[in-house]
């Protein structure tokens, strides 16, 4: 089998393409990757270890298809290619509809050519903002949330969902569009946060690994938004679960596909930033100054916890790592790292 994978180089890609290689009987492996995530480099090498190529292109060029010879057959495409930073997408929002949307069409040409699956890594930004924060509004800002409600496939994708989350959504519907016409079998998952080994985060994309690489060199932080502090929650669910995942995914996907999923680490695996700093003074043994910062940015979410009942049903897949656990390696990733990190984080 020889599976491409759009954004190998990033944290979730270069994961994947090295478990499915470890783990899939006779797999071949192919990145596609640009390397504009000042990360990529690092996991360009770790590619380069496992005898994994990175083919350097820019997805979203209106020539990449022509650029790209691909002589060998592909049976599957997995899309990890995106600008993933919501922020970003208010000031660079031709950046993100170019790196998410249109690499996702130039993406499902090679798929129609090549009459390749498809498995597309989406978003639970996909889900409406105003309906997730009004879920609590009746509950202070200075007060912890409940944990009950968990964010099902069925929940409203009524905008404003950022024009990041419009790049994700837009980037399905055209899966399913392709699918409708060439008859592309596709899977979609729609994962909240996902974190452990391997990831060097940015404040709104990966905010566990920076949570902790600030502990670890006492940069200050902020708690921002809702009232500063700290309350708002997320579930994290670890690569290698998410890995597991898609492997199961990939062998049954003759059988159960054109589907839509929610993947996350769900109620054992969601923290709030402020358990995550108390986590992560111990895991460093670092304190740093926390900032209370006021201003709620309007794509921020006070809440997200996904609910995988759905995936649970087809699959039986569970989350296995906790977080205590995902804390740990996502850290001894960050510490082994360190002498290049310095430079760009
Ligand atoms: N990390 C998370 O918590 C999370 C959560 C939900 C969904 N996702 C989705 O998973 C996917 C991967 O996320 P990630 O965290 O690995 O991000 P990442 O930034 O680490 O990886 C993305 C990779 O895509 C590459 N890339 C971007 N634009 C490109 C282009 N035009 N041409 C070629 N390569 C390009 C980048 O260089 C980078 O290596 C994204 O689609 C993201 O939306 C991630």
């Not at 950022?162 to 699918?179: D, M, N």
């Not at 920076?210 to 579930?235: A, P, T, V």
């Amino acid at each position: 089998m020889h599976i491409l994978i759009p954004g190998g180089c990033g944290f979730i890609g270069s994961s994947i393409a090295i478990y499915l290689k470890q783990n899939i009987k006779n797999c071949t492996v192919t990145s596609i990757d640009n390397l504009s995530r000042n990360t990529s480099y690092l996991n360009q090498k770790r590619l380069k270890k496992h005898k994994i190529k990175n083919i350097n292109l820019n997805l979203s060029s209106s020539d990449c298809l022509t650029k790209l010879n691909l002589k060998k057959k592909i049976d599957l495409i997995i899309d990890c290619c995106a600008e993933p930073s919501v922020e970003l997408s208010k000031t660079r929002p031709n950046l993100v509809f170019n790196s998410n949307l249109k690499s996702t069409l130039n993406l499902l040409e090679i798929a129609k050519k090549k009459k390749s699956k498809i498995i597309y890594l989406s978003t639970s930004r996909v889900y409406s903002i105003r309906q997730i924060n009004s879920l609590f509004k009746k509950i202070n800002f200075n007060k912890k949330l409940p944990r009950k409600v968990k964010i099902n496939e069925n929940f409203s994708v009524e905008s404003p969902i950022s024009l990041y989350g419009f790049t994700k959504l837009s980037s399905e519907i055209l899966i399913k569009e392709y699918s409708f016409l060439y008859g592309i079998k596709y899977i979609i998952n729609r994962c909240g946060v996902i974190s452990g080994y391997g990831q060097f985060g940015k404040q709104d994309q990966g905010f566990l690994s920076m949570w902790l690489w600030r502990h670890l060199n006492k940069i200050k932080i902020d708690y921002q938004g809702f009232g500063g502090f700290g309350h708002q929650i997320r579930d994290v669910l670890d690569i290698k679960d998410l890995c597991y995942l898609i492997k199961e995914q990939i062998s049954k996907i003759n059988k159960i596909n054109n589907q839509t999923f929610n993947v996350g680490g769900s109620t054992n695996n969601s923290i709030s930033l402020v358990e995550l700093t108390n986590y992560s003074i111990f895991a460093t043994s670092n304190k740093t100054k926390i900032k209370k910062n006021l201003k709620t940015s309007n794509y921020d979410l006070r809440y997200y916890i996904t609910d995988n009942k759905k995936v649970y049903s087809k699959y039986k897949w569970r989350v296995k790592k906790g977080i205590n656990l995902i804390i740990k390696e996502t850290l001894q990733s960050l510490i082994e790292n360190k002498k290049y990190l310095y430079k760009i984080l």
